[in-house]
């Protein structure tokens, strides 16, 4: 790309929606491809993805999947200033930058793990882990959610099978320290169908909170007995996150057959049951558009949440490579807008922002625009 382009002016916040919904949804292509060295393959949720930052906005966008590599949209090499200019069909329409390398990064624990495979960086400040790294439902094909990967970044060697307390609680003083990370979001594969990874969340929770003064969101299944919203609150989950991922019972049991025989109506029980305890707005859930929920079906589940005060963070569903849907298409950005505007509105009206959640993944707001249209 030519690299003496001008520096284009800011853009609208309009135009900043815009390309934030496209970019997600076509992704982006990287004139130095070592540029995306850094980015996230593979794990628990959607990946394949490289943090950018966009009109002041972090973002993360697809880099690594097959469609990415047809995106109209390129970032070309980064100038002075630390801007790489950003085109769409040849075109200039923005400048994006990239996060530097998370220094915390470069160390490891005394029995020589390195840091980046006990946590890693989302977005802009955020530590992320998946403390088990594996799931009951994984290995069978006819109980994997199959969309999931979150055994693939363990047999590559990326991370380890299991995060101990001990090691959480280092790596994150570490994070504060040296990166300024300000939450830090726990998933876990589901070990059992009982707790459903709570007791994990609660013993890694208590660890980091003993050792740094840090908001910590704990995700997982809702547990079999809501005693354990309790439990993982005293331990120190300022927020809960327990993710759905699709919005209607048929796509659940087509697209996640295991994860669905927790039905949307036992979702709806534990989210009612956890708010008391969270608060209004410390619970969200996570739902995936893109799988074959119309706008309308997403949009009616997202009304019933918010009034239960749950937040709903709805993002596009990118394919993973290596998985059962890595030739899913993502959704078209109309059908996102679709969904993210009049969701914008429904969260502004009611007072339920993701900036509002004090730790977690609708408070990050990377892997969705979703933020830009609250802010509409």
């Not at 390129?74 to 801007?83: I, K, Y």
């Not at 970044?153 to 320290?177: C, D, F, N, Y």
């Not at 704990?218 to 996150?241: I, K």
């Amino acid at each position: 790309m030519n690299q003496t382009l001008p520096i284009p002016t800011p853009p609208s916040a309009e135009h900043a929606r815009t390309l934030m919904t496209e970019l997600q949804s076509l992704g982006l292509r990287l004139a130095d491809a070592g540029a995306g060295a850094d980015g996230r393959r593979g794990g628990a949720g959607p990946s394949d993805h490289k943090a950018i930052t966009i009109a002041g906005q972090t973002l993360m966008v697809p880099i690594y999947t097959g469609s990415a590599a047809l995106s109209p949209f390129e970032a070309g090499l980064p100038g002075p200033r630390g801007m790489a200019p950003l085109s769409r069909d040849g075109v200039l329409v923005g400048e994006i930058s990239f996060p530097r390398q998370p220094r915390f990064y470069g160390l490891q624990t005394p029995d020589g793990v390195p840091y980046w495979k006990i946590a890693v960086l989302h977005g802009a400040d955020v530590l992320a882990t998946t403390v088990l790294q594996t799931c009951i439902r994984y290995a069978d094909r006819r109980t994997a959610c199959q969309f999931c990967a979150i055994g693939q970044s363990l047999v590559a060697g990326r991370t380890i099978a299991h995060k101990t307390p001990a090691q959480l609680a280092e790596v994150a003083s570490a994070a504060v320290r040296l990166d300024g990370v300000r939450h830090m979001v726990m998933t876990t594969g589901t070990p059992n169908l009982d707790d459903r990874g709570a007791s994990t969340l609660c013993d890694s929770a208590r660890a980091v909170r003993q050792a740094v003064d840090l908001p910590i969101q704990g995700q997982c299944e809702p547990p079999r007995d809501p005693v354990w919203y309790e439990r993982m609150r005293a331990a120190g989950v300022d927020s809960l996150g327990m993710h759905l991922e699709a919005a209607t019972q048929a796509v659940r049991a087509r697209i996640m057959p295991g994860k669905a025989t927790v039905s949307v109506d036992r979702y709806m029980e534990g989210f009612a049951q956890a708010v008391p305890v969270f608060g209004r707005g410390q619970v969200s859930t996570y739902i995936l558009a893109g799988l074959g929920d119309t706008a309308a079906e997403i949009l009616d589940l997202c009304t019933r949440l918010i009034a239960l005060g749950v937040y709903p963070f709805v993002v596009p569903f990118v394919p993973i490579g290596g998985t059962p849907l890595e030739h899913h298409p993502s959704p078209d950005p109309a059908f996102m807008r679709e969904v993210l505007r009049p969701l914008g509105r429904m969260l502004a009206t009611a007072d339920l922002r993701g900036r509002d959640i004090k730790a977690g993944c609708g408070k990050c707001g990377a892997c969705s625009s979703l933020p830009a249209y609250e802010a509409a």
